[in-house]
């Protein structure tokens, strides 16, 4: 139980074009899925929290124009990755809570982003 | 600021051996701690969870243990196998949690 999906694993894109990925719980109700970036060697930095039907709150720092996140519902969260520059080149990892007895939060396998 | 440490980068041990993390925050005070494991090119995957009122908790051969005084946790692999090779995280929080940078092991056969 508690299996969270990325799609797509990865994306190459042209710089200025928007990606879109997306976040599926598959066997539970995710009350909050976060979303996070991770550069090589370093750890996940929090990018924004999003809950089912609201607005995603945004950690400092992060544009909120450029990462656009839809909470659709309570299984689906998407990140798009607007007008999208090099520098954006990351691997970028959903997670979602819902899935246990505690606060443990259940990350899907990530998706890797190549702007070119 | 919140601080959260992980001993050190690499961790290289013989198969067999008890592998120990160690995981120090700073400026905290988490009601639970949190372990993952993380492969390359993956997500991370949960491992245990830790409340501040527990001191000790157990999964097969995996140990964690969390000391509020000390603000630190200490993360256990007994009998290490090459499949125990990855990059384990410690995580702070009540709801959003912070990561620290991680501890790559490698079990040796």
């Known amino acids: 139980g508690a299996v969270v999906s990325q799609h797509p694993s990865w994306v190459i894109c042209k710089s200025g074009t928007s990606v879109k990925i997306e976040c599926r719980s598959l066997d539970f109700q995710a009350t909050t899925m976060f979303w996070y970036r991770q550069f090589p060697k370093q750890s996940l930095m929090l990018m924004a929290t999003?809950?089912?039907?609201?607005?995603?709150?945004?950690e400092q720092g992060v544009e909120k124009d450029k990462f656009l996140i839809n909470h659709a519902s309570l299984t689906l969260s998407t990140l798009t990755v607007t007008s999208a520059h090099p520098e954006d080149s990351s691997f970028y990892i959903c997670?979602?809570?819902?899935?246990?007895?505690?606060?443990?939060?259940?990350f899907g396998p990530g998706t890797r982003l190549t702007v070119l | 600021s919140q601080k959260i440490e992980q001993n050190s980068e690499a961790l290289n041990i013989q198969e067999g051996k008890t592998a120990t993390l160690t995981c120090n925050y700073t400026?905290?005070?988490?009601?639970?701690l949190q372990w993952y494991r993380q492969d390359p090119g993956r997500g991370p995957v949960f491992l245990l969870l830790?409340?501040?009122?527990?001191k000790e908790k157990r999964k097969e051969r995996l140990k964690v243990t969390f000391d509020t005084t000390l603000k630190q946790s200490l993360f256990h692999i007994t009998a290490s196998q090459p499949a125990d090779s990855a990059t384990y995280l410690c995580?702070?929080?009540?709801?959003?949690?912070?990561f620290g940078a991680g501890t790559t092991v490698t079990v040796r056969a």
């Open positions: 995580a702070l929080g009540d709801y959003k949690l912070s």
């Open positions: 999003s809950n089912e039907g609201s607005k995603a709150t945004y």
């Open positions: 830790i409340r501040e009122n527990e």
């Open positions: 997670s979602a809570r819902g899935g246990g007895p505690g606060n443990e939060q259940f």
């Open positions: 400026n905290y005070s988490p009601a639970y």
